[in-house]
């Protein structure tokens, strides 16, 4: 009795599985916002998503007071106002949708109780990709650190950074980098990263000091990462650097670079959030320093 093999999925069914369909903008109410829009948009319109713009009100808690039995009128007010603020920004956010070419809605979470970092990664778990972006101005972008890392840790989800340039990014990109090293979470932001990957004209993958493993030699290393990616398609070229001192997030930077990369692929926090913030970190550069959007993963 014979049998008949199974039927192989094409190259193009197995790529349009993988292709983004909700894209989650979680907004800072800053300038990077224009920025993560105009971004998401664009990814939108090439894979057909939907988009989800978030907004999480910090919502001030009354000051507790035993003989208090009615609410706090100071607090009432304050509610009143940031409920237009947001109603306000969601009109304007609705209104952008159509001239950008794509659908999608405004959701408008209250946090009481709950952190608003934390909320805004609940609610991207239900998307493919979560967006966020970085005001231009340190000290802005410190503010929106944490809305980050709660993304990126608790969201279950990629994440597309996006810096808050004049210039809209480009994507989907022509050029991509990867900044490759053995570990978890540079293979999850490879995957993750792929739709953006096999549509890209060019990719490097980027390897900073690699050392030998039971897979490969140090002379070799990513060898068996660029055969995969060469399977789904993905024009792929290894590239080595020795940091030479140097931190690891400037030798990635410094290729992205000469590469005239449009996009950086990483993955975060390989260490501690904690150990990253009190002593500095490859994430926590990128974050700060990067010209170009990154997609992270953890």
Request: net charge neutral.
């Amino acid at each position: 009795m014979s049998s008949t093999p199974a039927m192989q999925p094409s190259a193009t069914a197995s790529r349009e599985r993988s292709i983004y369909r909700d894209i989650a903008v979680v907004t800072t109410d800053m300038p990077g916002d224009a920025s993560a829009l105009t971004a998401a948009a664009a990814l939108a319109r090439r894979y057909g998503a939907e988009l989800e713009i978030l907004q999480v009100l910090a919502m001030p808690l009354p000051a507790v007071d035993a003989w208090a039995l009615i609410p706090d009128p100071a607090c009432t007010s304050r509610y009143a106002d940031l409920r237009a603020q947001a109603a306000r920004r969601s009109a304007e956010f609705q209104r952008r949708l159509p001239s950008l070419g794509v659908e999608g809605r405004v959701r408008t979470f209250e946090a009481f109780y709950e952190s608003v970092a934390g909320m805004a990664a609940t609610a991207a778990r239900r998307a493919d990709l979560g967006v966020i972006g970085r005001p231009l101005a340190s000290s802005d972008a410190a503010a929106i650190h944490d809305r980050f890392a709660a993304l990126l840790l608790e969201s279950g989800r990629p994440v597309l950074l996006v810096p808050g340039d004049r210039e809209p990014p480009k994507l989907p990109p022509r050029h991509a980098l990867v900044a490759w090293s053995d570990t978890r979470e540079a293979a999850r932001a490879v995957h993750d990263a792929l739709p953006l990957l096999e549509t890209a004209e060019s990719v490097e993958i980027l390897m900073v000091d690699p050392t030998a493993n039971f897979l490969e030699d140090a002379a070799n290393f990513g060898t068996t990462l660029c055969a995969h990616l060469e399977r789904h398609g993905v024009a792929v070229h290894v590239v080595n650097e020795k940091s030479r001192g140097r931190y690891i997030s400037g030798v990635i930077l410094d290729r992205a670079s000469r590469a005239k990369a449009q996009l950086i692929v990483a993955g975060g926090y390989g260490h501690t959030r904690l150990r990253e913030w009190v002593i500095g970190g490859t994430t926590r550069d990128l974050f700060f320093d990067s010209p170009v959007p990154i997609l992270f993963s953890h």
